[in-house]
């Protein structure tokens, strides 16, 4: 299994400046190469401190020449708000400067901040989602751009650089409601499970993606997927559980305030977005009381405790979605620097190596 080092950009509270913020992810990749990460990966944001980093494909060169074998990942590249041009040559000068180490996760966007301030209509998300996604996976593969869409007419130019090679099997989308499943289905790229809902409900979900994605790839497999959790490990399971019930309870707030889950009026009437204009309008009808509950129940999605009970949540994951790349994200909601290394020198002394020699091809779900 590919374990992963899933990076948290985000000042929360403003607590940490801007440079700051950056110079933690720095020190958390050179400390997740030094302890043997397989993966480096960083999310995409902009305008706010929830999380700073507009530019995670500029991110990930740099960290991508620290070492000659850590592997580079986006948890997502949001592609509705780039030019489709612009970004699969972004893309492609990653893969060849990282001699094809690059694995590609992309998403639509739900910050309505982010919509605003980039200037695209929310309503359309899915459109330039589906057509973005279209002409840059069919030119990393073909290394021809052209595209004739509602949004995007491209006439017919080369890709240069031209990427190493296929990136079919390392292409990963993030979905989080219903309707996203059957689209990435279509797409035909592989799932990044970002952990928002209870795994039983996400292994109906990944049933529903497995159907849809034998329909429409002629009848093939669909890849395991990427799992992407928070993790507290600490050899004192009453210390672990506090500082994940105030850290993560920390961040999942952040993340409900971020998209303004609990604003009915962020996602009333917008196309595209129903799942989470009834999510908002329920949070928003239950109050602080609503959100108490959510966050509870979002700790129980993530891992945390001892190496031990670290290692067995992870397996259970394992067995509901038959992941294949496991995503882990110790910085986030104010964890203290010096907690987030303590927390992942101790996973991967006692947890991480137990999982790189599971054999994910074996799992068997749905």
Same mark, same amino acid.
């Given at each position: ?37 397989? /993966? !480096? ?5 902009? +305008?706010? =401190?929830? @999380?700073? $980093?507009?530019?995670? %494909? ?129 797409? /035909? !790229? ?5 952990? +928002?809902? =209870?795994? @039983?409900? $996400?292994?109906?979900? %990944? ?98 405790g001892t190496p031990e009970d670290c290692r067995k949540k992870i397996e259970a994951i394992r067995e509901k979605t038959g992941c294949g790349r496991l995503l882990v994200t110790f910085a986030s909601g104010g964890v203290p620097m010096e907690e987030v290394e303590r927390s992942m020198r101790l996973f991967a002394s006692e947890v991480m190596p137990g999982l790189k020699t599971l054999d994910t091809s074996a799992v068997s779900?749905?």
């Amino acid at each position: 299994m590919h374990v992963g080092l899933g990076l948290s950009f985000q000042s929360f509270e403003d607590e940490l400046s801007d440079a700051q913020v950056w110079a933690n992810a720095v020190r958390s990749s050179e400390l997740a190469i030094e302890l043997g990460f397989d /993966g !480096v990966w960083a999310t995409e944001h902009h +305008f706010t =401190s929830y @999380d700073i $980093t507009p530019d995670p %494909l500029q991110f990930l060169t740099y960290i991508a020449a620290l070492d000659p074998n850590i592997q580079v990942g986006t948890m997502a590249s949001i592609l509705t708000w780039h030019d489709p041009v612009r970004v699969a040559e972004q893309i492609s000068v990653l893969d060849v400067l990282s001699g094809g180490r690059l694995i590609l996760g992309i998403g639509r966007g739900l910050g309505k901040t982010e919509f605003e301030g980039l200037r695209i209509p929310m309503d359309e998300s899915r459109e330039r989602f589906i057509e973005t996604t279209e002409l840059v996976l069919d030119a990393l593969e073909t290394g021809v751009l052209k595209y004739d869409g509602k949004h995007f007419k491209q006439p017919e130019r080369l890709l240069k650089p031209a990427p190493t090679g296929t990136f079919r099997n390392r292409t990963y989308a993030a979905a989080m409601s219903p309707d996203s499943f059957e689209l990435m289905a279509e797409l /035909g !790229v592989g799932l990044l499970l970002i952990a +928002f809902k =209870s795994w @039983d409900e $996400t292994a109906k979900d %990944l049933v529903r993606y497995r159907e849809a994605f034998a329909k429409f790839n002629n009848g093939a497999e669909a890849p395991g997927p990427l799992v992407s959790v928070l993790v507290t490990c600490d050899d004192d399971s009453e210390r672990a559980e506090k500082t994940a019930k105030k850290y993560m309870g920390n961040y999942y707030r952040s993340v409900i305030d971020h998209y303004g889950l609990n604003k009915p009026q962020n996602f009333s009437n917008v196309k595209g977005y129903e799942h989470y204009d009834a999510t908002s309008k329920e949070l928003g009808d239950e109050g602080d009381e609503g959100v108490d509950s959510a966050v509870t129940e979002f700790l129980e999605t993530h891992v945390w405790g001892t190496p031990e009970d670290c290692r067995k949540k992870i397996e259970a994951i394992r067995e509901k979605t038959g992941c294949g790349r496991l995503l882990v994200t110790f910085a986030s909601g104010g964890v203290p620097m010096e907690e987030v290394e303590r927390s992942m020198r101790l996973f991967a002394s006692e947890v991480m190596p137990g999982l790189k020699t599971l054999d994910t091809s074996a799992v068997s779900v749905g």
